[in-house]
């Protein structure tokens, strides 16, 4: 728990995740924001309760991590293009976000932090799962730690685990999905294993969400090692869950995390408004 004002950090699991309380984001000054900034960086998961967010104010708060980065699948709201809805109807059965993976690994530019944030919310469920990649780097053995550094993935948007973009989008019918014909074609190559300049620590940038083989290996070659760091970065050690509420903007630092959006409120309306934010080069 910091010590300074009335800002209130406390963590919500052993490896990763903070709630943050007792700020406004939209008139912090900037010594407040060194402190939620530092709580980013600190538990690379933070959820900060009861804001009162318009557009403009997610896009000023985005910006302290740099520029948007643009999501090519779902049209933004009116005025807002690199602002969109994540809305699942109650008689929607499928959810979008759902599975483990870190935000739009197969762009060149993959975002340093994604900002989410609660505008409606089931009475129960629909919480988010998220994983630290950083712990789960740090407890492999060193000769995996040096196999992994000299592997790069190579990550594609086309879903191909759930029969492909298009169709498993069309079945999110509460959101303004578009392009997702051309899901195959956004490819990127990173490395296996990311260094967080920040922080010194190095991270396991692989998901079964979107990295479909090694470069250089086969996709059945790749498919047993991507199941296996899946399973790793996973374990009930490395998780922390967010629950939800009307006015919770979860920030959360892709570098370093994965996520997973539990659909388990099958009946209910659940609204988010998302933006990824600081292009980043993964080294
Ligand atoms: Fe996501």
Same mark, same amino acid.
């Given at each position: 728990m ?9 963590p919500?699991?052993g ?8 700020v406004?984001?939209r ?5 407040a924001w ?8 600190d538990h ?6 009861d804001?009162?967010l318009?557009?403009?104010?997610m896009?000023?708060?985005g ?22 809805d994540?809305?699942?109807?109650p008689?929607e ?17 993959p ?5 989410l ?20 780097y740090e ?10 550094g ?7 948007? %086309?879903? @191909? ?6 169709? !498993?989008?069309a079945?999110?019918? /509460? &959101?303004?999905i578009?392009?997702t ?11 296996i ?5 920040e922080? %010194?620590? @190095? ?6 969400? !979107?990295?479909?083989?090694?470069? /250089? &290996? ?14 790793h ?12 509420r009307?006015?919770?903007?979860t ?13 388990d ?5 659940r ?13």
């Amino acid at each position: 728990m910091t010590q300074d004002s009335t800002i209130k950090v406390i963590p919500i699991a052993g490896s990763l995740g903070a709630e943050v309380c007792g700020v406004d984001l939209r008139t912090m000054d900037n010594h407040a924001w060194a402190q939620v900034h530092q709580a980013f960086l600190d538990h690379k998961v933070i959820a900060v309760r009861d804001q009162d967010l318009s557009p403009q104010d997610m896009m000023d708060i985005g910006a302290r991590f740099g520029e948007p980065n643009h999501y090519p699948f779902v049209k933004g709201i009116d005025g807002f293009p690199f602002l969109f809805d994540v809305v699942k109807e109650p008689s929607e059965t499928k959810n979008f976000g759902g599975g483990w993976h870190s935000d739009t690994t197969y762009m060149k530019t993959p975002p340093m932090a994604t900002l989410l944030y609660a505008i409606e919310t089931p009475e129960k469920g629909g919480d988010t799962l998220y994983c630290d990649t950083a712990a789960a780097y740090e407890a492999l053995s060193e000769r995996m730690k040096e196999l992994l550094g000299s592997l790069k993935g190579v990550n594609s948007a %086309g879903l @191909k685990h759930l029969g492909g973009r298009k169709s !498993h989008h069309a079945t999110v019918g /509460g &959101m303004a999905i578009t392009g997702t014909d051309d899901a195959d074609s956004y490819e990127a190559v990173h490395p296996i294993v990311r260094s967080i300049e920040e922080t %010194g620590q @190095k991270s396991i940038y692989c998901s079964r969400g !979107h990295t479909i083989r090694f470069e /250089g &290996m086969t996709e059945d070659e790749s498919r047993p090692l991507i199941e296996w760091l899946q399973a790793h970065v996973t374990r009930p050690e490395f998780t922390c869950r967010v629950r939800w509420r009307p006015g919770t903007i979860t920030i959360w630092d892709n570098r370093r995390t994965q996520h997973n959006a539990v659909n388990d409120y099958q009946g209910m309306r659940r609204h988010m408004r998302r933006l990824t934010s600081g292009p980043t080069h993964p080294v």
